[in-house]
Structure formats: C-alpha cells, structure tokens
C-alpha cells in the first residue's frame, strides 16, 4: 500500500458500505475486515473499482480472534457490527490486552467491539460505532462496570441514544459510541422523534 494521509479501519466491513463516507481516493487508505469470504471479496471490489487503496487482510475471519490487523494504529476507526452476538468466544480471551477496562460476557459482544476498537485507534485516533442503544445503560454480567471505567478513563467522548425503527431489518433501538484517546469533555445527546435534542456534558479538570 502507498503511504496513507489517514489510515481508515472500517470493521464488520460487509460489502464495503461505510467506504465511501470513510475515504476519498488519495486521501485516505482503508483498512478492514469482514467474515464472510464472499462479502469479503466484494468489498475489495467495491473498493477497487473507486481507486480506493485497501488492505482486507490475508483472508476473511473473526475480529476478536483472527485480527488481521493486531499491530494497526488507526486514525479513524469505524463500525456497525451485528447487535448483542451472544456465543462470541469470550472464555478463549480471558486476558486479552484489547479489555483494558474490563473483560466483555460472552452473552454480548458490545463491549468486546467498544475495547477492541479502541485497541485499534492511534493516540490522536477516534471511532464511531453503532450499537443497540442498550449498551448505553445495561448492568448485565459486569457491563455497567465496564462502561463506568470507560468513562472514568476519559475515553468515551460522546454517546447518541437514536430514535427506533431506523434500520429496516431490525425493531431494535440503535445509537452511536464516538470514542477517543484524546483526554477531553464527555457529552450524551438525545435526538428525539421529533428531531429535539438534548445532552449533559462534563467538562475537562
């Protein structure tokens, strides 16, 4: 790959839809991965066909335990992984170095994706993730743990609870984690039905 001007991992791939929003040719290198073979394949092409530069790894595989990029520091770091996978393999991974704030329940990988994208993010890097808007308040096996030292440690840089019915193939509903390195103010913003927002936010000491 040429030297990137930013270096872009979109995880949880799929065909490659986050792409365009995340690079411009010459302006930025993308790096992913994705599990499906097939949908792997495609979003080299999809990428290829834009003049995009890309690296998707060796072969397609599982994020937490084939990484295909373990050494990568990213300046932007982006995601919409499937909601609450449950069964992801935690017990294989009781001391990974990627769950610096606590290790993430087999019973949901929310948290397994917040920690091992920020693994992934340079010093100045930031990420942007969609989840099910219940990883924002759940206590379950230790989560609210996880989140409150998240938090503590000044990584969380903003959470948007989102309105329901957002995406077509699912009833369940959706917000956004931006996550940085950088020590700054934390802000939660609300968009409501009618487009209303609201947030709180805690400055920097």
């Known amino acids: 790959m040429t030297q990137p001007v930013v270096r872009v991992v979109c995880l949880c791939i799929r065909s490659g839809s986050l792409k365009p929003m995340a690079a411009k040719k010459g302006q930025a290198s993308i790096y992913g991965q ?4 097939t949908t ?6 999809n990428l290829a066909i834009r003049g995009i530069d890309y690296d998707m ?3 397609h595989g599982d994020t937490f335990h084939n990484d295909q990029h373990p050494d990568l520091r990213a300046d932007f770091v982006l995601a919409n992984p499937p909601f609450n996978i449950k069964g992801w393999g935690a017990d294989k991974l009781p001391k990974d170095p990627r769950w610096k704030y606590g290790v993430p329940p087999d019973g ?3 948290y397994a994706w917040l920690q091992h994208m920020l693994a992934r993010l340079s010093a100045d890097g930031r990420t942007g993730i969609v989840l099910a808007n219940g990883s924002l308040t759940t206590n379950t096996s230790g989560e609210g743990d996880i989140r409150a030292s998240m938090v503590k440690g000044d990584v ?3 959470m948007v609870s989102l309105p329901g019915q957002l995406f077509a193939n699912t009833q369940i509903p959706a917000c956004l984690w931006f996550l940085s390195k950088k020590q ?3 802000k939660e913003w609300k968009a409501g039905p009618s487009g209303d927002r609201s947030y709180s936010s805690t400055p920097e000491n």
């Open 184 to 186: 700054g103010s934390r």
């Open 40 to 45: 792997r394949k495609l979003a080299c092409m």
């Open 156 to 158: 969380v840089e903003c």
């Open 108 to 110: 949901n990988a929310n």
């Open 34 to 37: 994705e599990l499906s073979a």
């Open 57 to 59: 790894g060796k072969a």
